[in-house]
């Protein structure tokens, strides 16, 4: 996210870099730059004209003209005031939920945003980090395949679901039908789709008024798609102005190049950014916190996200299932393709490379280098080799021979080529993992990328 904001600061930072010290001229020609890289990134003029004073009052006094390193202190002085434009620090407590039980959240958005999979996002948060009894439901009328959608999601996503029973009713009655179905079934909190719109007008902001009237929401949370750069903070102030909002969710950060709903949202509509999305899977949804996307915006990266993100898709029972095996120098077949389903299981190789330090200010060619070590279908081809393999031809590879091997380049869709190469990239890990020392925790993920398959 956020590539084009990130590769324009960055740029513009690195131009001071070996300057013994930082004039008035250095500072003014540098904040120019990096005013110009805001309005590039669809940030709202109001902000970005706050921003640049908070930067030129720090810069211009001994914070940064007096220090040794100006390059470096000024970095700082940017990532503070960026850090304060995106809410200062992340809240402590998201969804507090201090009320009698069923807490109600109020979702509202224009449609397009990503309303009804965020619900399901938020409900699948809510059970797994809050161990919360979750009961979704959609007053939509205006599109029916909202609640069918939301509740596949539901399912999807392992949330109690409450469908109305009668079709033809208008969203008051469903909303107090499934009201009273959240009391009766003991939920702890029921997630309300509301309906949307194309653009903001008059029927739809009556219809929320009066949603909210029945609701008496704890938390009203508005969906912004970050694609809509400062007019997604304009749209957050019209909809706060209706219904006194909590907090936002942003959607579709893993496509925003620019940033500008981002860095606009918070200033403008004095409201907190929740949660952000990347992606379309359920578990793409995070605590926004501002220190870690201003890290990014920087070109610093974000680390925490990405040892968040590899602890979600890695099986630690597995991996340490493999590392008692290479420890006791075992390590088979079985081994290999439970290191081939791990690295399967990070198919946005993309979205955790960004998260990576200096990644976003790399050259394309660079990052396409990068990527190219990664090959995910190449892996989902020697898995499917692997599946085709008995469980004890897994366990004792020196069977695997002619015959076997047409027998399984044929059950796996493959060719023999196929089949050698995973049998020359097994026993190159194989060797590896002798090298490894009894009690070592390296991982042997990395090396995938180093065989030779030519």
């Given at each position: 996210m956020f590539n084009q904001l990130t590769q324009n600061i960055s740029k513009t930072l690195k131009s001071l870099t070996g300057k013994g010290?930082?004039?008035?001229?250095?500072?003014?020609?540098?904040?120019?730059?990096?005013?110009?890289?805001?309005?590039?990134?669809?940030?709202?003029?109001?902000?970005?004209?706050?921003?640049?004073k908070s930067v030129h009052e720090h810069a211009v006094g001994q914070e940064v003209m007096g220090s040794l390193k100006p390059a470096e202190t000024l970095t700082r002085v940017v990532n503070d005031e960026l850090i304060e434009i995106l809410g200062s620090k992340p809240l402590e407590n998201p969804l507090p939920l201090n009320t009698?039980?069923?807490?109600?959240?109020?979702?509202?958005?224009?449609?397009?945003?990503?309303k009804t999979t965020t619900v399901a996002k938020l409900g699948k948060w809510l059970k797994e980090q809050r161990n919360k009894h979750v009961l979704a439901t959609s007053i939509d009328v205006q599109r029916p395949a909202a609640i069918e959608q939301l509740e596949k999601l539901s399912a999807k996503a392992e949330i109690d679901f409450y469908k109305h029973p009668h079709a033809k009713d208008n969203f008051e009655a469903r909303l107090l039908s499934a009201l009273d179905h959240a009391r009766k079934s003991q939920h702890d909190v029921i997630l309300v789709d509301t309906a949307g719109r194309l653009h903001i007008d008059e029927t739809l902001m009556t219809e929320l008024e009066k949603v909210h009237a029945i609701a008496k929401p704890d938390e009203v949370l508005l969906v912004v798609d970050s694609m809509m750069g400062q007019d997604a903070a304009h749209v957050a102030k019209s909809f706060d102005e209706t219904i006194p909002m909590t907090g936002t969710i942003i959607t579709k950060l893993d496509a925003d190049v620019r940033g500008g709903a981002a860095l606009s949202i918070v200033e403008i509509t004095q409201k907190p950014i929740v949660f952000i999305c990347e992606g379309e899977h359920l578990d793409k949804i995070d605590?926004?916190?501002?220190?870690r996307i201003a890290s990014q915006i920087l070109g610093m990266g974000d680390i925490v996200s990405?040892?968040?993100?590899?602890?979600?898709?890695?099986?630690?029972?597995?991996?340490k299932e493999t590392m008692a095996k290479i420890r006791k120098n075992r390590f088979d077949l079985d081994a290999f393709q439970g290191q081939l389903e791990e690295m399967i299981k990070m198919d946005n190789m993309e979205s955790m490379m960004g998260k990576l330090p200096g990644f976003n200010t790399m050259s394309e060619e660079m990052k396409n280098q990068l990527k190219s070590q990664i090959d995910i279908p190449l892996f989902k081809k020697m898995l499917a080799a692997t599946q085709a393999m008995t469980p004890k031809e897994r366990a004792f590879p020196d069977l695997i021979k002619g015959s076997r091997k047409r027998r399984i380049a044929l059950g796996s869709g493959n060719d023999i080529q196929m089949v050698n190469k995973v049998m020359k990239r097994f026993k190159m890990m194989q060797k590896m993992s002798k090298k490894v020392k009894p009690g070592s925790n390296s991982n042997l993920l990395n090396k995938l990328k180093d065989a030779d398959f030519n």
């Open positions: 010290r930082l004039s008035e001229t250095n500072i003014q020609e540098t904040l120019k730059d990096i005013r110009n890289a805001l309005i590039d990134a669809d940030v709202a003029l109001p902000v970005v004209q706050k921003f640049i009698k039980p069923p807490a109600v959240i109020l979702v509202a958005g224009l449609q397009g945003a990503g605590q926004f916190d501002p220190t990405l040892v968040k993100q590899v602890e979600k898709q890695v099986d630690e029972k597995r991996s």
